[in-house]
């Protein structure tokens, strides 16, 4: 059974920073493409990030290119989301997922929809 998880999260002042991690068991982690989602309520969920299974290509969105930085470690089984220069547009709940595919980086293997396993989900928060 595929289990996401991703604890951390919290609250920060504006232009503050934050890391975020991810855990996933029960697949063969170094096979999978990983990305990090983004969603506010009442609105869809949104990439932020994604991070191809060997962790040699990469892709962000606009909003955050410069400041967010992605990695995997397959040794541990972790991603990360280094963000820098946070701002409250940034608050969000942030979502870590995995997807076996073909990762590109334009982004067209940076969508929700193409993302099967899940985590539940940690809250951020940026305080001007």
């Known amino acids: 059974q595929v289990q996401v998880v991703e604890p951390g999260g919290g609250s920060v002042q504006d232009w503050g920073s934050l890391r975020l991690s991810c855990t996933a068991s029960g697949l063969n982690f170094e096979n999978f493409s990983m990305g990090w989602f983004r969603q506010i309520p009442g609105k869809e969920r949104v990439a932020v990030s994604c991070?191809?299974?060997?962790?040699?290509?990469?892709y962000y969105s606009d909003s955050v290119t410069g400041r967010f930085t992605i990695s995997k470690d397959n040794g541990k089984n972790t991603l990360y989301l280094q963000m820098n220069s946070l701002k409250p547009e940034d608050s969000a709940m942030y979502y870590c997922?995995?997807?076996?595919?073909?990762?590109?980086?334009?982004?067209?293997?940076?969508?929700?929809?193409?993302?099967?396993?899940w985590g539940q989900g940690t809250q951020v928060t940026v305080s001007s």
């Open positions: 991070i191809s299974w060997s962790g040699g290509n990469t």
């Open positions: 997922a995995a997807a076996e595919l073909q990762f590109s980086t334009s982004g067209r293997s940076c969508v929700a929809k193409e993302y099967h396993a």
